[in-house]
């Protein structure tokens, strides 16, 4: 017979009933007013929403406007609220794996500021005293976007535009950006057709050119020679107003004043990198931005310019050549042969040889490479980057070699068809890659020795200034000496007058090393970037994110590489 056990008293007694006239909390939602409950549910939903979407924007995602022109063209920038682009910063993964070369970085402003005139004011005067207090002028954490070129630990010069780094084996060589990269940052300086009666093509007494929409016909009798004339020039031009006039003496003289902006010779024209062609009405004629010899050209005002200490006069700013190009083309004829050369100066010549037989590549005449690939109807690319020479038919890279470095601003780059017989192209274009300047004022790349003069002889007249005027320039030599010395890596009262002002960084002599936990961020505009250039290194600690996309305005969404 089975045993039936006793039975156990429950362990959990029930818990007791509320006191009468005390509800629960249901019970007290419950005996609200309608209002009153559904007020309660959407404030709570609104707070839990707040509080998910803070945790978010600290330790994940942010977005950022992009108040200044110097990432242009990657980001456009703009004080104005979506005239610039609004960013989307991954801060979440970006702890982890830190910032690579060539990352899109947003970072804090290392140099102390306060709010002032205008938008920033220096935190510290002319005289040397701390002017910042927490409550009533409390410091200015401005966020920044620039791109990473240089890593902790590495050893660099800027020479030609490009970026030169030491090797393990003591050599320097240059710091190439990957596909995705170097394809998002070429900028198109030429399109044929984007601009109607634009031909910047000029050929001798044996050659000439024909245009029919689209298509471009070069013709060459006895070896003719077809010039590419619109000079390669660092300039870039955001699409939009300028004010143009004729060149002056002084116009590429970054130290003399600036002629005033209100004078009638300027005039108001509307121009883009590939538009740069306009007719100066005041004696009706033409001219081109890219010819800065004989056109000033200037901002209508510097609120949307990164460095406008250097003022707005694009002639002082970009009147540096540029040395890598890429030309690219269609075939749609082909008589005879026709040769398209990339000269740099007298000291190299690169020759793409096209035939119905094939092509050939020639170096200083040499031959780098040939083959039989058939021309007509294809897309060929020629191109001079990073001290390489690349040819490609249909995408498909056939050469890439490498070629010697040479300075472009004395062995200037040119441009040249030459042949016998004749060659159709449509859907020509010539971009050219990012670079970096060396001749912005305040920048360790160049000499500042008369600038430092001139603001050393104003602090010591302080009665011809006003004081926020003295502030300004006073922070300006401060930073001049500041960078210098954090390149020598030596403090500030121990430089001696040539180190105050030399160039630094410009060759394999004069390389600079970054410290351990610091980074050199430079901007993809470089004439008009106020960057590392001028206030030196950014510390890891003042990292914030990569940028992911432009989320705004709609008309520019996508990815940023």
């Given at each position: 017979m089975p045993i039936i056990p006793p039975l156990m008293p429950d362990p959990t007694p029930p818990a007791p009933a509320p006191p009468t006239g005390q509800p629960t909390a249901a019970g007290y939602d419950a005996q609200l007013p309608g209002w009153q409950q559904r007020l309660n549910?959407?404030?709570?939903?609104?707070?839990?929403?707040?509080?998910?979407a803070m945790a978010i924007r600290h330790f994940a995602l942010e977005a950022f406007r992009i108040p200044t022109a110097s990432m242009e063209p990657m980001l456009y920038g703009d004080p104005a609220f979506l005239k610039g682009d609004n960013v989307l910063v991954d801060k979440l993964f970006f702890k982890i794996t830190g910032p690579k070369r060539w990352d899109v970085t947003v970072f804090q402003y290392p140099v102390p500021e306060i709010e002032g005139e205008g938008d920033a004011y220096p935190a510290i005067d002319f005289t040397g005293k701390r002017v910042d207090m927490v409550l009533l002028r409390p410091l200015m954490y401005r966020n920044f976007v620039k791109r990473t070129v240089i890593l902790p630990g590495e050893t660099f010069y800027i020479s030609g535009g490009d970026i030169y780094l030491k090797q393990a084996d003591g050599s320097f060589a240059v710091a190439r950006k990957p596909p995705a990269v170097q394809e998002a940052l070429w900028q198109e300086v030429y399109r044929h057709g984007a601009q109607s009666n634009y031909l910047p093509w000029q050929g001798d007494d044996a050659a000439s050119v024909a245009s029919d929409g689209d298509h471009l016909t070069y013709t060459f009798h006895n070896g003719g020679t077809m010039s590419f004339i619109q000079p390669l020039r660092n300039l870039y031009l955001k699409p939009g107003i300028f004010k143009v006039r004729p060149a002056l003496p002084d116009d590429d003289n970054p130290n003399a004043p600036e002629y005033p902006v209100s004078d009638n010779l300027y005039e108001n024209v509307d121009l883009s990198m590939t538009r740069p062609q306009f007719v100066y009405r005041p004696n009706g004629r033409t001219g081109n931005a890219w010819n800065m010899d004989q056109w000033a050209i200037r901002r209508l005002n510097s609120a949307e310019l990164d460095s406008g200490s250097n003022g707005v006069l694009l002639n002082r700013t970009m009147r540096e050549y540029i040395g890598d190009v890429r030309f690219r083309a269609t075939i749609t004829k082909l008589e005879g042969s026709a040769t398209l050369e990339i000269a740099q100066g007298g000291a190299h010549s690169y020759q793409l040889i096209l035939a119905a037989s094939g092509w050939s590549v020639i170096g200083d005449g040499k031959t780098l490479k040939s083959g039989n690939d058939p021309l007509i109807g294809q897309e060929i690319t020629f191109t001079h980057l990073d001290n390489q020479i690349i040819f490609a038919i249909a995408g498909v890279e056939l050469l890439?070699?490498?070629?010697?470095?040479?300075?472009?601003?004395?062995?200037?780059?040119?441009?040249?068809?030459?042949?016998?017989?004749?060659?159709?192209?449509?859907?020509?274009?010539?971009?050219?890659?990012?670079?970096?300047?060396?001749?912005?004022?305040?920048?360790?790349?160049?000499?500042?020795?008369?600038?430092?003069?001139?603001?050393?002889?104003?602090?010591?007249?302080?009665?011809?200034?006003?004081?926020?005027?003295?502030?300004?320039?006073?922070?300006?030599?401060?930073?001049?000496?500041?960078?210098?010395?954090?390149?020598?890596?030596?403090?500030?009262?121990?430089?001696?007058?040539?180190?105050?002002?030399?160039?630094?960084?410009?060759?394999?002599?004069?390389?600079?090393?970054?410290?351990?936990?610091?980074?050199?961020?430079?901007?993809?505009?470089?004439?008009?970037?106020?960057?590392?250039?001028?206030?030196?290194?950014?510390?890891?600690?003042n990292l914030r994110g990569r940028v992911l996309a432009v989320i705004l305005p709609p008309n520019r969404w996508r990815l940023v590489r």
């Open positions: 549910l959407t404030c709570e939903n609104w707070i839990f929403a707040f509080l998910v890439r070699t490498d070629v010697a470095a040479v300075d472009p601003n004395i062995q200037r780059l040119a441009l040249r068809w030459h042949g016998a017989g004749s060659l159709t192209l449509s859907s020509i274009s010539l971009c050219r890659d990012v670079h970096y300047t060396s001749t912005m004022r305040g920048s360790f790349l160049c000499d500042d020795t008369q600038q430092v003069a001139q603001l050393d002889s104003r602090m010591r007249d302080p009665l011809n200034a006003s004081s926020s005027q003295l502030d300004r320039e006073a922070a300006m030599l401060r930073m001049i000496e500041s960078v210098h010395a954090q390149m020598l890596h030596i403090d500030v009262q121990d430089l001696s007058e040539k180190q105050r002002t030399q160039r630094l960084g410009y060759s394999p002599e004069t390389a600079i090393t970054a410290p351990q936990g610091a980074y050199l961020m430079l901007g993809d505009n470089s004439p008009q970037s106020l960057d590392s250039r001028c206030w030196g290194w950014v510390p890891a600690e």
